[in-house]
């Protein structure tokens, strides 16, 4: 696993990412990460994931099918 998304910055020559995890309650919780363009979308998801699980908000699906993962192109 990768560092966590709020120690790395965009100087670092990273992406950034858009991942959106689906909650129990219905919505989509969307989550901005760095990392390289190279990335494994695996990892990319785990990161969002324990970003959100750490949160207040309802529980996210652990469901990597269910996550949509989107690069961001400046």
């Given at each position: 696993?990768?560092?966590?998304?709020?120690?790395?910055?965009?100087?670092?020559?990273?992406?950034?990412?858009?991942?959106?995890?689906?909650?129990?309650?219905?919505?989509?919780?969307v989550?901005?990460?760095?990392?390289?363009?190279?990335?494994?979308l695996?990892?990319?998801?785990?990161?969002?994931?324990?970003?959100?699980?750490?949160?207040?908000?309802?529980?996210?699906?652990?469901?990597?099918?269910?996550?949509?993962?989107?690069?961001?192109?400046?």
């Amino acid at each position: 696993m990768g560092p966590r998304t709020s120690l790395i910055s965009v100087e670092d020559g990273c992406e950034c990412w858009l991942v959106a995890l689906p909650a129990i309650d219905g919505k989509q919780y969307v989550y901005r990460v760095y990392a390289p363009e190279d990335a494994l979308l695996a990892d990319l998801f785990w990161e969002a994931w324990h970003c959100h699980d750490e949160s207040a908000f309802p529980r996210a699906w652990d469901l990597f099918d269910a996550a949509l993962i989107r690069r961001v192109v400046a």
